[in-house]
């Protein structure tokens, strides 16, 4: 009887064959390695593992390949020396692409908790600037707002401004994110571009802390945003042999011949070259080449170029556009149709000739195009929403579709107060003929009593009517 259960039981196991199990003194049974796991023995990869990139040769033999998973991002370490190195230095005030990537915040967990609450507040971009690079009516952003910003971001640091900060680098990552949560309060924008902003916000706090500190330095002039005693800390720490031999190596470098042509000089002032090239096209109301903005930025109010090496990638410059277009010409005048055919350079073209014109350093950056360099991917524009003509005429529309909507409103209004005053003298005339009717009701009584009660009331009424 015992035996007959048993066989029953083995030959009926309501388990899956992966969960039988077998006894300690019985070896498992080895598995037939050749032959690949069906899809149903395993649960759905995808939903399970989302970011494991491990996937058998076999199941790879039976299943689709899913798409690439996307890149690891960056540590918070790694992010920071990136946004600290040397091409970061030269991102000020430069304006985002037309569709700007996703860049992740490095802010503590505390710090990012409290901007996502100030950004959130209902109603918060009706008193303060909103930032956005996307250029929404409405918004600014970084390049395009005439220096705002970079002048806000440089008084917001100033004001936090409590220890011996020699540049933006040696603030400590605390104070870094404080100052930037100051910044927040006064500006805001939308959670997914917390990462851009702050980056474009410590690009800016690295530029603007260095050339102030490095003013103060030299000209040993006490600033009223540096209490006594810390600018005592700080021109002694300046007077120090290891500070001097540094600030020396500084300005050798700065100083250095380049080809014999000297140091690299601009006109731009605070402006960065993104804000150059923007009010170049609202000024001509067309799209600029790098070419234009080069020679608007390193040319003088009298004509003559700032320094020698400007003046010699401004000749080449010219030349070659000149033999582009003198050899566009004789393509035209080889017409077969005789045809007037003369075509101008696309500010394509223009961009491609000046950057075969001018120099390039050892990190291949190009001279003379400060911040615009980071439009540049292999040598090609990567957006030019700054300097599109189309972009020019989307706005102005917006601006023309804003102003009807604003003058419709008000003439609305005003239709809508001509109609409430008119109901209120409409109501008012009806107060008087209420009135009126009440009162020749009440002078028909009075005819009526005096009728029967005196004769001569009926007398008196006949001889003074008229006809």
């Known amino acids: 009887m015992g035996s007959r259960k048993k066989q029953k039981q083995s030959q009926q196991s309501p388990l899956p064959s992966q969960y039988q199990f077998f006894p300690r003194t019985t070896a498992p049974?080895?598995?037939?390695?050749?032959?690949?796991?069906?899809?149903?023995?395993?649960?759905?990869?995808?939903?399970?593992?989302?970011?494991?990139?491990?996937?058998?040769?076999?199941?790879?033999?039976?299943?689709?390949?899913?798409?690439?998973?996307?890149p690891p991002q960056p540590r918070r370490s790694e992010?920071?020396?990136?946004?600290?190195?040397?091409?970061?230095?030269?991102?000020?005030?430069?304006?985002?692409?037309?569709?700007?990537e996703a860049v992740n915040p490095t802010l503590s967990d505390g710090f990012l908790r409290q901007?996502?609450?100030?950004?959130?507040?209902?109603?918060?971009?009706?008193?303060?600037?909103?930032?956005?690079?996307?250029?929404?009516?409405?918004?600014t952003w970084f390049g395009r707002d005439k220096g705002k910003l970079t002048r806000r971001i440089s008084k917001t640091f100033r004001k936090k401004f409590d220890a011996a900060y020699y540049s933006w680098t040696v603030v400590p990552r605390d104070k870094q994110e404080t100052i930037f949560i100051e910044f927040a309060k006064t500006h805001t924008w939308s959670q997914i571009h917390t990462g851009l902003v702050q980056e474009k916000f410590e690009s800016?706090?690295?530029?603007?802390?260095?050339?102030?500190?490095?003013?103060?330095?030299?000209s040993r002039k006490q600033p009223n945003w540096i209490h006594d005693t810390l600018w005592e800390e700080m021109t002694a720490y300046w007077d120090t042999p290891a500070a001097e031999k540094k600030s020396e190596t500084a300005s050798v470098a700065r100083l250095s011949e380049r080809n014999g042509l000297g140091p690299h000089k601009h006109n731009t002032g605070q402006k960065s070259f993104q804000q150059i090239e923007y009010e170049?096209?609202?000024?001509?109301?067309?799209?600029?080449?790098?070419?234009?903005?080069?020679?608007?930025t390193h040319t003088k109010k009298d004509g003559t170029y700032v320094d020698l090496k400007a003046e010699q990638v401004a000749e080449i410059y010219k030349k070659n556009k000149e033999a582009k277009l003198t050899a566009l010409e004789a393509e035209n005048s080889q017409s077969s149709d005789g045809a007037s055919n003369d075509r101008q350079l696309s500010i394509e073209e223009d961009t491609e000739i000046f950057l075969l014109s001018t120099f390039t350093?050892?990190?291949?950056?190009?001279?003379?195009?400060?911040?615009?360099?980071?439009?540049?991917?292999?040598?090609?524009?990567?957006?030019?929403?700054?300097?599109?003509?189309?972009?020019?005429?989307?706005?102005?529309q917006l601006e023309e579709a804003h102003r009807k909507i604003e003058e419709q409103a008000?003439?609305?209004?005003?239709?809508?107060?001509?109609?409430?005053?008119?109901?209120?003298t409409i109501a008012e005339q009806g107060v008087t003929i209420a009135e009126q009717a009440k009162q020749i009701n009440e002078f028909g009584v009075v005819k009526k009593f005096l009728s029967a009660t005196d004769h001569r009331f009926d007398q008196f009424v006949s001889t003074n009517s008229t006809t």
């Open 29 to 70: 049974p080895v598995p037939n390695r050749r032959s690949p796991p069906g899809v149903s023995d395993y649960p759905p990869p995808r939903q399970l593992f989302q970011d494991s990139h491990a996937r058998t040769e076999a199941a790879s033999a039976h299943l689709p390949q899913p798409s690439p998973p996307p």
């Open 361 to 396: 350093d050892e990190r291949g950056h190009y001279y003379g195009i400060g911040s615009l360099q980071q439009t540049l991917v292999n040598g090609k524009r990567k957006y030019s929403e700054v300097s599109s003509s189309a972009f020019l005429d989307m706005n102005k």
């Open 280 to 296: 170049m096209v609202e000024e001509l109301g067309r799209p600029v080449s790098l070419g234009e903005v080069y020679i608007k």
């Open 410 to 424: 008000a003439s609305n209004a005003a239709q809508a107060t001509t109609i409430a005053e008119q109901g209120a």
């Open 115 to 139: 901007i996502n609450e100030l950004i959130s507040q209902p109603n918060r971009g009706r008193d303060i600037p909103i930032l956005s690079p996307n250029f929404e009516p409405g918004t």
């Open 204 to 218: 800016i706090c690295q530029l603007r802390m260095k050339d102030m500190v490095s003013i103060c330095r030299r």
């Open 79 to 100: 992010t920071s020396a990136a946004r600290n190195g040397p091409s970061s230095s030269e991102a000020q005030d430069s304006a985002s692409t037309e569709r700007p």
